[in-house]
C-alpha cells in the first residue's frame, strides 16, 4: 500500500493481558515512530527507530512497554501485563531521512486500545 | 519546564472567513515547527513546515508564521470551507533531538 498501515485498527483486550500491535511503515523510509494519543490530548512519544541504529527509547512510559523493527521495516508494539491508563489510540509514524531532520512524518491511522 | 499550548477550546468560524489558530510554547529552541491536521479517527496529516529562520510560510490557502522571539506560531486558513473542518496540531522538534513534541489541538468547526 502507499501509506502506512496499522493493525488491527481496535483492539479490546482484559486488564494483566499482553497485547501485540504492527505497524507496516511506507517502503524506504528509514525512520519509524510510535506515539500515543490519550482522549483529546496531544501526541505522546514512545519510540523512534533509525535504520538499525539502537532505539530511542526514551518515551516508553514503563518496563511494560516494548517495541522492536525486524529487517528496518515492519514494527511492532508490545505491551505487558496491560493497566487501564494504557488505553489509547497508538500511532505509527513513517518519514525519509533521519528523525529530527524535518521531513514529514507520514501516520497510520492508529490501534484503538480498550483495557477492560 | 518544556510546554506547547494550543487554545482547547474549538473556534468556530463562518465559511469564507479567515481561521487563525495559535500555538505558544516555552523553554523551547526549535529548529522548525510543523503543523498538521487530524480528522477524527485518523491519523495527522501533515500540512506545513516552516524553520527558525523563516518568518513566514505559504501553501495555497494556509500560511504559517513563526516569531522565535515571542515563542509562537500562527496558522493562518483562508477563505475557509466546511471541508477544514477539523483538528490542528502544532509539533516542534528542538536540535539534537530527533521526534517531535506535538501540542494538543485544536479543533476548527467551519459553518457553511
Known amino acids: 500500500g502507499a501509506g502506512v498501515s496499522q493493525s488491527p485498527s481496535n483492539k479490546v483486550t482484559e486488564k494483566g493481558k499482553d497485547v501485540e500491535l504492527r505497524c507496516d511503515p511506507i517502503s524506504g523510509h528509514t525512520a519509524l515512530y510510535w506515539y500515543r494519543q490519550s482522549l483529546g490530548q496531544g501526541l505522546e512519544f514512545l519510540i523512534y527507530f533509525q535504520g538499525n541504529s539502537a532505539p530511542d527509547k526514551s518515551g516508553l512510559p514503563s518496563d511494560r512497554f516494548s517495541a522492536e523493527r525486524t529487517g528496518g521495516s515492519v514494527s511492532t508494539l508490545t505491551i505487558q501485563r496491560t493497566q487501564q491508563e494504557d488505553s489509547a489510540v497508538y500511532l505509527c509514524?513513517?518519514?525519509?531521512?533521519?528523525?529530527?531532520?524535518?521531513?514529514?512524518?507520514?501516520f497510520g491511522d492508529g490501534t484503538r486500545l480498550s483495557i477492560l | 519546564s518544556q510546554k506547547i499550548e494550543q487554545n482547547s477550546e474549538a473556534l468556530n468560524i463562518q465559511e469564507g472567513k479567515t481561521a487563525t489558530l495559535t500555538c505558544n510554547y516555552t523553554n523551547y529552541s526549535p529548529a522548525y515547527l510543523q503543523w498538521y491536521r487530524q480528522d477524527p479517527g485518523r491519523g495527522p496529516v501533515f500540512l506545513l513546515l516552516i524553520r527558525e529562520n523563516e518568518k513566514e510560510k505559504r501553501k495555497e490557502r494556509l500560511k504559517v508564521t513563526f516569531d522565535t522571539t515571542l515563542k509562537q506560531s500562527l496558522f493562518h486558513i483562508t477563505a475557509s470551507q466546511p471541508a477544514d473542518s477539523a483538528t490542528y496540531l502544532c509539533?516542534?522538534?528542538?536540535?539534537?533531538?530527533?521526534?517531535?513534541?506535538f501540542g494538543s489541538g485544536t479543533r476548527l468547526q467551519v459553518q457553511p
Open positions: 509514524a513513517s518519514s525519509l531521512g533521519q528523525g529530527g531532520d524535518g521531513q514529514p512524518q507520514h
Open positions: 509539533a516542534l522538534v528542538s536540535p539534537g533531538r530527533r521526534a517531535l513534541t
